[in-house]
């Protein structure tokens, strides 16, 4: 894809209008009567379609950029930029007459090529396709996905082998290897080439044996070529790597039922929807975003009912912090899917995030009444409630999971951990001791424990010399954590080692400038060595901070009064002489 300039006249023009434009509204008219709203102005439109891109609202960027090109409709500059805002929002048909705008102002624009081949396979049109693809600038991205696009378009035209060699004459990074595996088998499997097809899915689950579609196209094509038996031992294989998955518990299901599982993919539609959603995971896992959104929105435009897709659109929006967009892919889901009770249970957190916590609970509530062995919703809801600092409920959530546990490994400790940390916001200290306590036997060193675990036996006076040793590991494991530094400061400090308090601290607030409590803890530590002014200093700056509503009025009191005398925690080594 072509860089832009932006040099065009309108460009200029635009440059020229920013000082008006930032001392009027934009879609105001001077000669207007009160109230009047009239058309946007380029300028206005401009500046709000690039605000909109810097936040990645796609719709409104799509919005202001239609407006745009009704204003300059000949500018290919603001065609680009409208289509690519299009794609990404997943407005794939509006997309489509701006590619063939763009392909005749540059023959190889690789994404509006992309566009058109993923239209003519849709439409069946396969040599339209390759032609499409074969005309676009190519890289390694753009390489791999021209390739194996253009390989399930030769199984279109009855040519699987043809398709196969184009994928085996493809050369590029060793991580091309796994693609072209999978994709080659899935073709080969689709085109009934049995013997050929269990090679190269073999292979390719072997190669990836921890890839959900490698493994799952093996199993199926043992199901049917080779037995039950094997078929089962390969999703028990996956099992051990990624417990519970739903759609392989699905496929187990009806294996164990005595059915056959049909092929992974069966026409080049679906081929291609695969090719896209995969190469659009990858890229969102790399930080290419963008491309990403693009490549998934294509896959889900050829086959709305992917399986995974969707899931991976959403939670790539949730890694954007986007979860209204996340909320409206989730409810997409189809209400057969495997996936929906876990779309289900994600919807229910993005509702919470966007301050729904009566629809997030209740959302959830209804799942664990539906099921009650529900370990993913329970955790969900575990988890909402703590964030709400419902800390009782909390704990008899997470209580209801631990129930279920028939024997505890250390994937299990955060279970522990977290009705740990409930239970000890609670006031029930001795069950939050034996959780933590538990939580640390099943992952020994685990910093966040350990930091947990020492803090609250210092701050209770207890067991100090082992806390001490506790949070110091903690620190040692995670040196750039600012929480679990701020532990250690504050844990000097209640020692009464002030100059160690101080030091700590000023690195935690270091690590952690924005979080009033750590702030709040400095200024203490600053007040006890007689840095009064810096104290003060610290404390203002935690109160401008919105700390939570109970510690907002101790900071003010100190604000106005200064730290009140406190007998410091007895020194280990006294506590010890004392028995």
């Excluded at 997943?90 to 058109?116: M, N, Q, T």
């Excluded at 506790?470 to 009464?496: C, H, Q, T």
Aim: hydrophobic share 40%.
């Amino acid at each position: 894809m072509k860089i832009l300039s932006f040099s065009s006249p309108l460009a200029i023009a635009l440059s020229l209008s920013v000082g008006l434009a930032s001392t009027a509204p934009a879609f105001a008219r001077e000669d207007a009567t009160p109230g009047y709203v009239g058309e946007p102005s380029v300028a206005g439109s401009f500046l709000s379609a690039r605000l909109a891109g810097s936040e990645r609202d796609t719709d409104a960027a799509v919005t202001y950029l239609r407006q745009l090109m009704k204003a300059d409709p000949c500018n290919d500059e603001l065609v680009e930029r409208a289509f690519f805002a299009m794609l990404v929002a997943g407005e794939v048909e509006d997309a489509i007459p701006l590619a063939e705008r763009l392909v005749k102002v540059d023959k190889s624009h690789r994404i509006a090529r992309l566009v058109l081949a993923t239209r003519a396979i849709k439409r069946s049109q396969y040599q339209t396709a390759r032609t499409n693809l074969s005309l676009s600038v190519r890289g390694p991205i753009g390489d791999l996905t021209a390739t194996l696009l253009a390989a399930w378009t030769m199984l279109g035209s009855n040519n699987a082998k043809s398709g196969v060699e184009l994928i085996d004459r493809l050369q590029g990074p060793e991580w091309y290897a796994a693609f072209k595996d999978i994709n080659a088998g899935l073709i080969l499997d689709a085109a009934g080439n049995k013997k050929d097809a269990g090679k190269r899915l073999e292979k390719a689950a072997k190669m990836e044996p921890a890839t959900l579609r490698a493994v799952d196209a093996y199993a199926r094509w043992q199901s049917r070529n080779a037995d039950k038996d094997a078929a089962l031992a390969t999703y028990a294989a996956f099992e051990k790597l990624l417990p519970r998955h739903p759609l392989l518990t699905t496929a187990v299901a009806e294996l164990e039922a005595g059915k056959t599982l049909p092929p992974l993919i069966r026409t080049p539609q679906e081929g291609s929807a695969e090719v896209l959603y995969s190469l659009g995971a990858a890229l969102g896992r790399q930080g290419g975003e963008d491309l990403a959104l693009v490549y998934l929105q294509l896959s889900l435009w050829l086959e709305p009912d992917h399986p995974l897709a969707g899931l991976t659109l959403a939670d790539l929006y949730e890694q954007m912090k986007q979860p209204e967009k996340a909320i409206s892919v989730y409810e997409k889901v189809p209400a057969a899917s495997p996936l929906k009770r876990n779309a289900e249970v994600q919807m229910a957190i993005n509702l919470d995030q966007v301050g729904k916590f009566d629809d997030a609970r209740k959302h959830l509530v209804a799942l664990v009444e539906k099921d009650a062995k529900d370990t993913d919703a329970l955790v969900a809801l575990g988890g909402l409630y703590r964030g709400h600092k419902l800390y009782a409920e909390c704990a008899q959530t997470y209580g209801k999971v631990i129930d279920q546990l028939k024997d505890p490994a250390r994937k299990d400790w955060t279970l522990f951990y977290f009705r740990g940390i409930c239970n000890e916001r609670n006031k029930n200290w001795s069950a939050a001791e034996s959780d933590l306590k538990t939580a640390l036997k099943l992952y020994p060193d685990q910093p966040h424990v350990l930091n947990y675990l020492g803090y609250s036996w210092v701050d209770q006076k207890l067991n100090l010399d082992q806390a001490m040793d506790m949070i110091r590991k903690a620190v040692s494991l995670r040196p750039d954590d600012g929480y679990i530094v701020d532990s250690l400061g504050w844990a000097y400090y209640r020692l009464g080692r002030y100059d160690e308090a101080v030091s700590e601290l000023e690195r935690a607030v270091e690590l952690k400038p924005q979080d009033p409590v750590i702030n709040d803890h400095l200024g203490d530590a600053y007040w006890k060595v007689g840095r009064k002014l810096e104290a003060s200093f610290q404390w203002a700056h935690a109160r401008d901070m919105k700390p939570e509503p109970e510690d907002l009025p101790k900071i003010e009191k100190k604000l106005q009064s200064g730290l009140e005398d406190e007998t410091p925690v007895k020194k280990a080594e006294d506590q010890q002489k004392g028995g």
